[in-house]
């Protein structure tokens, strides 16, 4: 969404006097309260159970005392799918569009908009052979916007006053899987880990039975069915979309728990740094130390918490959960787009100062783990995506002014284990930390709690 010329003539005599647009304190928001949506999968005939009134709690915990953010109750029928969200919507200075035309130009601000909230998606079917109990399958999202939003002065030309744009730092979670929930109780459904102990989001569950699904209207195809919410964080980073995997299909996942094994099972996983070599390493890859081993594996060094994971969903496909931080920062300039086509087409360039634009990036760091299945059976796919503080270039623009540029580094590790019941340690790789003016090989590990 861009904002009206008229608009932008006034932010252009803004730049002119004061050399900077003056933000308030923090970016303009827009709160709205818990939409709930639902969206019914059409042309399914066998439906069959009740119909259910589903008690959403969201709240967080890990900070402070905590705060409870919504309860908002919907009725469901089995076997289709429902979502309800709590989102606000905040809008930001993303970029600009740089224009030029006889000798002048003039710098077009681009408003993009971020949604920070929680966002559930679920599938709410019976228990075959089974009263007082019902399967919920979900994926649930949150992030978080650090507040306030960093800024960077840009140039838009060699010569002429600069702009400034915001670059938002948000943090994400998400979970996503299948369990059973009994009817009456509240039921944990989903802990959605923040980044560097910053708390985490708590879903809880109540499942109520109110009557049968042929006394409940149903859409057919003609209706229009809303679509699922999604949060939007203008993320351009295939990192984030890796680190926090595909969209996950309910009804898959719900059909693999049904046809599992009955029983309670937990995963946990609970990633740490070694502050020491270990005295006799581990050799090979996709190594699993069980739990003895591992202890004299360890023994003598040191450890550092991370992060914990705990997956409440059954170990089905899809099933996961992540947690990650997602960066906005000046990646580049470019010439206008009427200077750029002169340059590609190799024709003269215009005597006299130059326009530019920037161009903004993103890029994802962070923890996951998804359960996937491959023909040995269920695996556990594990992501450690870690940045270390970014530096920076400055370069000039035309002989003019100095401008900065972000040059990230993002190591990468990644590993498919074989999920085995049990305790058992699993060394990763190695990061690089700076402790004083010296950097530190760290060797990096995580403990993986599978209880079928």
């Known amino acids: 969404m861009r904002t009206p010329v008229s608009v932008s003539l006034v932010l252009v005599l803004l730049l002119a006097t004061t050399g900077c647009l003056r933000w308030p304190s923090e970016p303009r928001e827009e709160r709205q ?14 439906l069959e159970g009740p119909v259910y009134v589903v008690e959403a709690r969201i709240r967080t915990v890990g900070r402070g005392d905590g705060m409870k953010l919504t309860s908002p109750q919907i009725a469901v029928r089995p076997y289709e799918r429902s979502n309800v969200s709590v989102i606000n919507q905040l809008s930001f200075v993303q970029d600009y569009d740089t224009e030029f035309s006889k000798g002048a130009y003039i710098a077009d601000p681009i408003i993009g908009i971020l949604q920070d909230g929680v966002a559930l998606d679920l599938l709410v079917a ?3 052979g089974t009263e007082g109990s019902a399967w919920v399958a979900f994926q649930a999202s949150a992030a978080d916007l650090r507040k306030p939003m960093r800024r960077r002065r840009v140039h838009f030309a060699s010569k002429g006053r600069p702009g400034c744009v915001q670059l938002p730092d948000v943090e994400l979670g998400r979970s996503s899987g299948v369990r059973q929930a009994r009817l009456g109780a509240f039921s944990r459904l ?37 679509p699922t919410p999604k949060l939007r964080q203008n993320d351009d980073s295939s990192m984030g979309r890796d680190l926090h995997g595909p969209d996950v299909d309910l009804r898959a996942m719900l059909a693999s728990a049904e046809a599992a094994p009955a029983g309670r099972q937990t995963l946990r996983l609970q990633f740490i740094v070694l502050l020491g070599e270990p005295k006799n390493p581990l050799q090979g890859d996709h190594v699993q130390v069980p739990a003895a081993a591992a202890k004299e594996f360890l023994r003598g060094v040191r450890t550092r918490d991370v992060q914990t994971f705990e997956l409440t969903s059954l170990a089905v496909e899809g099933a996961g959960v992540s947690s990650l931080e997602q960066h906005a920062y000046v990646q580049d300039y470019d010439l206008a787009a009427p200077l750029e086509k002169l340059r590609r087409a ?16 993103s890029i994802a760091e962070g923890r996951s783990a998804h359960v996937t299945r491959d023909e040995t059976g269920l695996r556990l796919a594990i992501t450690w995506a870690d940045m270390p503080t970014m530096p920076t270039f400055r370069t000039t623009l035309d002989r003019g002014p100095s401008v900065e540029i972000g040059l990230p580094e993002l190591r990468l590790l990644q590993s498919k284990h074989e999920l085995r019941p049990g305790r058992h340690l699993v060394p990763l790789g190695n990061t690089i930390e700076t402790v004083g003016r010296s950097d530190v090989v760290r060797p990096l590990a995580v403990w993986i709690d599978y209880q079928p």
């Open 346 to 361: 190799k024709q003269p360039l215009p005597a006299g100062p130059l326009a530019y634009h920037p161009v903004i990036g």
């Open 33 to 46: 309260e818990a939409t709930v949506r639902i969206d019914p999968i059409v042309g399914t005939d066998a």
């Open 190 to 226: 989903a802990l959605l880990p923040m980044p560097d102990g910053h708390g985490e989001f708590q879903i809880d569950v109540r499942l109520r039975a109110v009557g049968d699904v042929a006394s409940v209207p149903r859409k057919t195809a003609d209706d229009e069915a809303p």
């Open 126 to 128: 019976p228990v075959r």
